[in-house]
């Protein structure tokens, strides 16, 4: 690795080195960009940043769906002094409520975008009264659309080791976001010591789906391989959910040495696959040698059945690589072993409290979870497990995972609260997970912090309790959302818990109201909405999550929730009028997507919990069969099949031939 003290130093070093970045937007679609081809091109849109009147010190959102221009203006604002502010671009109004939260928490930023997704905040902030913040936002917008002329070189702007680099803020839904502040020291910090242990070279080929908005797309996989000068592939995170096989299919025609993905992926990809064998596919992915897995909670059944339906691809078991990280790390704390197999152990679920000796069960028994090891912390990261006093704990106790070093944050950004809670008094950052060291490794075994993983993103339960609480008859206290993983099952669920002591009948259109109410908001699947008679609270009016989700977790709540599936089933019926030919075709696009549904033409697909992921396969499949007539968001317009159908209908109304209307002699 260079030995570059700031990313500015890095970028000019790699200016005049043989490598590129190759971006691949579908099969047979690609672009490579020359390191000194990318290095032109941000300082061209430097000039244009600083003609806008972007300087030093100043904040830039990047809101682009498009990863080739999201690492153009990333590099061109950190070559300007001009401090990147990723945020995603998301589906639903959560994600446009917080881009006008990060907007008035960064104060008078700067946004790179493209006219479409501005022209979509312009509408969505009026509709929310927010007109004045987003007048304040248009004329320091840069559209990529309009950048025509990047022959002129912007000023350069030196930096220094500590300062900032780029803020981080959290990912998913969050009332208040916080913005992680990352130096050039502590990336280059987190670099040098990743690449210490995966001895990452000149020879090796990465590729990645992961978000660049994500520290592990960005940082992981982008500025690691970048400072390395290894070939790196980028693959937009849409064409992986909608086109999954084709990870795979790159990384082999690629001969990529280098994967990643969270516990999601493996899973979407598996799915997809089915029941084909990858012996079909031709696959040869005998190159990699390593495919981190992080970013969520580690299943390890999920690692041992995707290794073993991808060992005819020649995948070797030992390139998993399981990891421990987090946005205020600079991504990476700790690596397992490279090299070896999964190593994993499994304990008592009953007994993984803060404190609690652990104890040690057979992999398979009835109140037993496993955990996969993440190793031992990389170079310049130091870790602890520590008990609720902040006191270090000795090997197979369970405690809070506390880190420190040249990698880790040194706070929030202009969030003094959030500061304070996160250190403890002797420098330590906690991070909010439980884990234990057993044999010198690190294990999680859970969460200290209320904060659920839903396909590699984090998310505040309190927000999601706030969007429930907008369904009739619900207030604040009676209803809670958590993540529970059942005995067996390789993801979490999100399941909502609310407080009903009436019949099981009445509570249908509560459930409904809260399904349809998470999942437009937010895009998130709601596992199930579940009647409980008490919820649980401290003597100090704490919601006690974790008491609700083991008894779900134990089955309690099996028999009401087997009784509301068959009153829902009576209730919804399916309609016996006849349906149109779109009807038909757009029902069999959502069944197919929403396994075990039975999508009716006026169900709506989000009181059934379609995800974002599922809308995503959903609106694939409809481009496939109507091309450019829908857009994705118009699913949110028109969320049942009747809806959408007609919707669709008097689109391609308007656009039958002219010939079609009546003519010629006689025709008045």
């Not at 709540?557 to 309609?575: M, W």
């Amino acid at each position: 690795m260079l030995t570059a003290n700031t990313l500015i130093e890095l970028i000019e070093a790699n200016r005049k080195v043989s490598r590129s970045i190759t971006y691949l937007e579908g099969d047979g679609d690609e672009r490579s960009v020359a390191f000194g081809e990318l290095y032109e091109r941000a300082l061209g849109i430097l000039h244009h940043l600083q003609r806008l009147g972007a300087r030093r010190g100043d904040k830039l959102i990047l809101f682009l769906g498009s990863n080739e221009p999201f690492i153009d203006a990333f590099w061109a604002a950190v070559l300007g002094g001009i401090i990147p502010v990723p945020v995603a671009l998301g589906i639903s109004d959560e994600h446009r409520h917080k881009l006008l939260r990060i907007v008035r928490k960064l104060g008078n930023p700067f946004i790179y975008t493209d006219k479409k997704s501005l022209e979509r905040i312009a509408a969505f902030a009026a509709s929310v009264g927010e007109e004045k913040l987003f007048a304040g936002l248009r004329p320091r917008s840069f559209l990529v659309d309009e950048l025509d002329d990047i022959s002129r070189a912007g000023s350069i702007s030196r930096a220094q080791p500590n300062d900032v680099a780029f803020i981080q803020f959290s990912s998913g839904s969050t009332s208040e976001p916080k913005g992680v502040v990352l130096t050039h020291h502590n990336i280059l910090s987190n670099c040098r010591g990743s690449t210490e242990v995966a001895h990452f070279t000149e020879d090796d080929v990465s590729l990645s789906w992961m978000p660049l908005t994500h520290d592990m797309g960005l940082i992981g996989f982008h500025v690691f391989m970048f400072a390395n000068r290894v070939h790196s592939h980028l693959m937009p995170t849409e064409l992986f959910v909608r086109r999954p096989l084709l990870w795979l299919a790159f990384a082999a025609r690629k001969q990529a040495t280098i994967l990643c993905s969270p516990n999601f992926g493996y899973r979407h990809y598996l799915k997809v696959l089915g029941e084909r064998s990858v012996a079909d596919l031709d696959l040869d992915l005998s190159c990699v040698r390593l495919i981190f897995n992080g970013a969520e909670p580690i299943s390890v059944e999920l690692c041992e059945e995707f290794l073993e339906r991808l060992r005819p691809a020649k995948l070797r078991a030992e390139a998993m690589f399981p990891v421990y990280g987090l946005a205020e790390a600079s991504l990476a704390v700790s690596f397992a072993p490279m090299g070896a197999a999964l190593q994993s152990i499994s304990l008592n679920r009953h007994r993984m409290t803060a404190g609690a000796q652990a104890q040690f069960l057979a992999r398979g028994a009835a109140d037993a979870v496993t955990l996969v090891s993440v190793g031992r912390a990389i170079p310049y990261c130091r870790l602890r497990v520590s008990g609720d006093d902040d006191v270090p704990r000795p090997e197979g106790q369970i405690g809070h995972v506390h880190i420190g070093g040249d990698n880790v944050t040194q706070g929030y950004f202009e969030n003094p609260q959030a500061n304070g809670d996160a250190f403890t008094a002797d420098g330590w950052l906690r991070t909010g997970d439980l884990g234990l060291i057993h044999e010198g490794a690190l294990y999680i075994s859970g969460r200290a912090k209320e904060i659920i993983f839903v396909n590699g993103q984090n998310y505040y339960p309190q927000d999601l309790e706030a969007i429930a609480q907008r369904a009739e008859g619900l207030d604040l206290g009676k209803v809670v959302v958590a993540g529970a993983r059942r005995p067996g099952a390789q993801t979490d669920e999100l399941v909502v818990f609310v407080l009903h002591r009436g019949e099981l009948a009445d509570f249908l259109s509560v459930a409904t109201q809260v399904s349809r109410l998470i999942n437009e908001h937010t895009g998130l699947e709601v596992a199930q909405v579940v009647p409980v008679k008490r919820i649980a609270k401290t003597t100090s009016g704490k919601i006690q999550r974790h008491l609700l989700e083991e008894s779900y977790v134990d089955g309690e709540f099996d028999a009401e929730l087997a009784e509301l599936a068959k009153l829902r089933d009576t209730q919804r019926g399916h309609a016996s009028r006849s349906r149109t030919q779109i009807e038909e075709t757009l029902q069999l696009i959502c069944n197919a997507a929403l396994e075990g549904k039975r999508v009716g033409i006026d169900d709506n697909l989000f009181e059934l919990g379609a995800s974002s992921l599922k809308l995503i396969e959903i609106h694939e499949q409809i481009d496939h069969e109507y091309p450019n007539e829908i857009d994705l968001t118009e699913i949110f317009d028109f969320p049942t099949i009747g809806e959408l159908a007609r919707h669709l209908e008097s689109k391609l109304a308007r656009a039958r031939p002219a010939q079609l209307a009546p003519s010629g002699p006689g025709v008045l």
